[in-house]
């Protein structure tokens, strides 16, 4: 990011985790934050190949920030999917959510390949975007997808996992000016444009 951007963020220098000792968290919201802030899951689902696909997939669909590189979302999904924990229901004729990110995956990984005689991780960033917009946009060789829809997975697997799981991080909520579940104190000034006296001031 260039340094004048860096000026502009709306919420630069701002940090919820200032909030830790204070009314704003509970002990289950500070125990809660110690798990996601220091727990590492090991890789245990993708094969070395399909994690470092799944990383290179995330820094492109995920913002950066210095405590949440795209290797932790992606262990993140790993875990997940290494516990099969899912929201419990799937598209019709949609495969297994297991079978369908490796199949998912690999049909990015065939996409690139197609357009560019490349592997996803080793084109540059304008490669990669033109891989995962055509995914989105479902103009993508079928073969490739084995049945699996790429507009579905895109949108309700890939992107959704991805952007649940990095703005469940402080890191993001700083970056939103978001302070966090707010438990016990709660939020008062639900109004539009309404701000407690305790949130984070956006600046002008």
Known sequence: MKREEKALAPYAGYDVLAKWDTPSFDDVTRDALSRRLNEVPARRFFSHEEFALLTAVVERLAPSFPALPASLIALWIDDRLHRNIGEGFRSEGAPPMQEAWRIGLAAIDGEARRKF??????????????????????????????????????????????AGLVYAHPSAWSDIGFGGPASPRGYVRLGFDARDPWEAKARR
């Open 117 to 162: 005689a490349t592997a996803f991780a080793a084109l540059a960033p304008d490669g990669r975007d033109a891989t995962l917009r055509a995914a989105q946009a479902g103009e993508t060789d079928a073969a490739l997808w084995r049945g699996l829809d790429p507009a579905s997975f895109f949108a309700d697997a890939l992107l959704k996992t991805v």
